[in-house]
């Protein structure tokens, strides 16, 4: 993959050397959605990241000689279709570098893959009141009429056996 630059943004493949910016990222990354600090969910997502095993993979943003963002990404199947698609797990901008493209250009890092894979959908979701991420989405993509339902397992399980068939 090549770079891709946005006025002084330039994005490229996570690299091992990454590591110590990349996680001062992410804890930002979960701090914004308040998930508790957990630094073990750190390194296990590092860990997926770098392990050729998990379909998870990410790029960069470099701004200004350090990370600026990433976005972490994968392919995923689409049976309905018969095409494959690419998840946009995750997308993040430093704090202090946004409104200058790096989210756009981790967007269309991540659709240039998109491209090479023959994907036919780069595909997202995002918090209803992330009004700012939410005017570059709108720019850059279509929003869907699908609505997002999260079932933790077993949960369906415990509720039949408390009697709700519903």
Wanted: no cysteine; glycine share 8%.
């Amino acid at each position: 993959m090549t770079s891709t630059d946005t006025s002084t943004v330039a994005v490229r493949p996570l690299e091992e050397r990454d590591r110590d910016e990349w996680a001062e990222l992410f804890r930002g990354y979960r701090r914004f959605y308040e998930v508790m600090p957990d630094e073990a969910v750190v390194d296990r997502v590092w860990g997926w990241l770098r392990d050729d095993a998990t379909d998870l993979d990410a790029v960069v943003a470099e701004a200004d000689g350090r990370l600026a963002g990433f976005a972490h990404w994968r392919p995923f199947l689409r049976p309905a279709t018969g095409t494959l698609g690419i998840y946009l797990d995750d997308l993040f901008a430093a704090e202090d570098t946004r409104g200058r493209g790096v989210g756009r250009a981790l967007i269309a890092a991540v659709d240039g893959i998109a491209v090479a894979r023959g994907a036919a959908v780069v595909r997202w979701i995002t918090a209803e009141d992330n009004s700012r991420a939410r005017r570059l989405y709108d720019a850059v993509a279509t929003a869907t009429e699908w609505v997002t339902y999260d079932l933790t397992p077993g949960a369906l399980e415990r509720a039949e056996q408390d009697g709700d068939r519903t």
